[in-house]
């Protein structure tokens, strides 16, 4: 499982790493009739 980070560059990210972002919500993934909550996802607002 990895987190999603919107609006930073990887070279943001590897500078700032996860300071500077909020929680958003979690990524929905459905596999066959299931249908689950999976990844973090975050924006940047830094």
């Known amino acids: 499982m ?8 990887k070279s943001d990210l590897e500078k700032l790493g996860k300071r500077g972002i909020i929680l958003l919500g979690k990524h929905y993934i459905k ?3 299931t249908t ?11």
């Open 2 to 9: 990895y987190d999603i980070i919107i609006g930073r560059s």
């Open 36 to 46: 689950s909550l999976s990844n973090n996802i975050y924006l940047d607002v830094s």
């Open 31 to 33: 596999m066959g009739r």
